[in-house]
């Protein structure tokens, strides 16, 4: 995973209460994952937030990929 990446992705308390956001924009990692599990691709989030790039979407996909590392995920079957 390219390190460099994860520096796109900050945490500041003066920027959505905390949580991570892409640059200390308010462009929230969780959001841009919501989109990408809702089925929208990273040129359908590109072109609805022109002033994010590529390496963005990755970043904050790299950023969720290294989060499960530190938490269990409780998923109930059906």
Known sequence: MDTNLLKRITINPEICHGKPTIRNTRYMVESIIEYLAGGDSIDDILSEFPDLDKKDILACLAFAA????F????????
């Open 66 to 69: 290294k989060s499960l590392h």
């Open 71 to 78: 938490k269990d995920i409780e998923i109930t079957t059906a």
